[in-house]
């Protein structure tokens, strides 16, 4: 055979012969990988509320706050959905409220940063990338009630870290406000606020469902939210994805559809809508100080434990280029500072010239260094837990358990039990 023969069959051969490869490739592909719905839905929240944990209130007799229960609302989307005309739906929930190894996980931020199981990284948020198996359309996320009421602080951390991994993949985040249960003081126009300020700086949409359970006239009931109540936070959510109502949905009847004309409505009435003005000045444990001063002052016990607090607030301080002076007070055996020797400010009288911003102070099992509330002489007092050193991830779950404590502690200014050589002292 001529050379030039032999070539143009080889490389003849060799590209059909490729293509052949290819188009099986291809054809194995099409039959081996996962059917993926049309509409794919991702739902975090959970039946159980954050003031349910055994550490929260197990003795100081405070109410727990009733969950929000996302499952008539899952159920009720998952309904409206497959109405509608979409093609395959799949709407999927995740419950950020869990137990592992003895610690628990209690709320959107808890849940996400939690360190088990251990391929948590590599499959809770892969799963919110859409590196998991499914490629989200939409993440919802449902806040517990306790969070969302007495430290929104923490709800916004959690939306924060959740849309920030969630804006990794395809998906959006979407926010649905919820509303009050029966029997809470909290009004609705908090959730509004908390919800519509956070979606705004975090870039999130939000599903006004609180505004339109309130505009549609529907009572709370022995369940939260009532089945009438999942509906209009379902048909809230069609409205915020698809700008339509879901009374175009096959789906639902005609009371169902009056109430979804009426979720739409809402929807469409609050899209840039100004929802709130001014400072946030709900008090909680998380309350922005509004402070301006590029000077700050605090007292600490220079004890080791504190150290590692000391070098963080100071690095912080120094990058925000705020001048910062401590003190020390050596014990706090009494609740006057003056008494206790040298190294606190004084006017040239040698008083004490106070008070000074804040201080440190450890929890539990050594009195003398603990912690001192005394608003003559510190405007502000820094509680931290004191605790053994544990592995790193076992630390994680422990911390977060140990902040979510003593936050609701000190939101309800409750008295802790222990005896120092001074009197009880209780968080403010």
Request: glycine share 8%; net charge negative.
């Amino acid at each position: 055979m001529p050379l030039k023969s032999a070539l143009y069959f080889v490389f003849h051969f060799r590209n059909r012969y490729a293509a052949y490869l290819l188009t099986l490739v291809c054809c194995l592909t099409l039959f081996t990988r996962p059917a993926m719905a049309d509409v794919n839905v991702l739902v975090i929240g959970s039946a159980t509320d954050s003031s349910s944990q055994s550490y929260v209130f197990a003795d100081e007799g405070v109410a727990s706050v009733s969950a929000f229960d996302p499952s008539g609302v899952v159920s009720e989307l998952t309904s409206i959905l497959g109405g509608a005309g979409l093609g395959t739906v799949n709407v999927s929930f995740e419950d950020f409220h869990g137990t592992s190894s003895g610690y628990r996980h209690a709320n959107l931020f808890h849940w996400f940063h939690f360190p088990f199981p251990e391929d948590a990284e590599t499959t809770r948020w892969a799963n919110l990338r859409g590196e998991n198996g499914t490629e989200w359309d939409y993440v919802v996320l449902i806040g517990d009630a306790h969070t969302m009421e007495y430290l929104p602080g923490f709800y916004a951390l959690g939306v924060s870290e959740i849309a920030k991994e969630v804006a990794k993949g395809s998906a959006e985040t979407v926010l649905l406000m919820p509303w009050p249960a029966s029997g809470s003081s909290t009004p609705l126009d908090h959730y509004k606020e908390v919800v519509c300020r956070i979606g705004r700086t975090g870039g999130c949409a939000v599903a006004p469902a609180g505004l339109a359970w309130d505009d549609s006239g529907e009572l709370s009931g022995d369940t939260h939210p009532t089945s009438n109540g999942a509906y209009i936070a379902a048909a809230t959510l069609y409205s915020r994805f698809f700008d339509q109502s879901a009374s175009a949905s096959t789906y639902g009847s005609a009371a169902q559809d009056t109430l979804a004309d009426n979720a739409h409505t809402v929807v469409q009435a609050n899209q840039g809508a100004v929802q709130y003005t001014g400072k946030f000045d709900t008090p909680n444990p998380y309350s922005p100080q509004y402070n301006s001063n590029r000077n700050v002052d605090f007292s600490i016990t220079g004890t080791s434990t504190e150290r590692g607090h000391i070098e963080t607030l100071e690095w912080v301080l120094d990058a925000c280029r705020v001048n910062h002076s401590k003190y020390f007070s050596h014990r706090y055996n009494t609740d006057d500072p003056g008494t206790e020797g040298a190294g606190w400010p004084t006017d040239e009288a040698g008083d004490f010239v106070g008070p000074i911003d804040y201080n440190f102070g450890k929890y539990r099992f050594y009195p003398y260094d603990e912690f001192n509330v005394n608003p003559e002489f510190w405007k502000h007092t820094y509680i931290f837990e004191y605790q053994q050193l544990l592995t790193e991830d076992t630390a994680v779950g422990v911390i977060l358990n140990h902040d979510m404590m003593l936050l609701h502690r000190m939101q309800h200014s409750i008295e802790l039990k222990f005896k120092t050589k001074r009197s009880y002292g209780t968080f403010l």
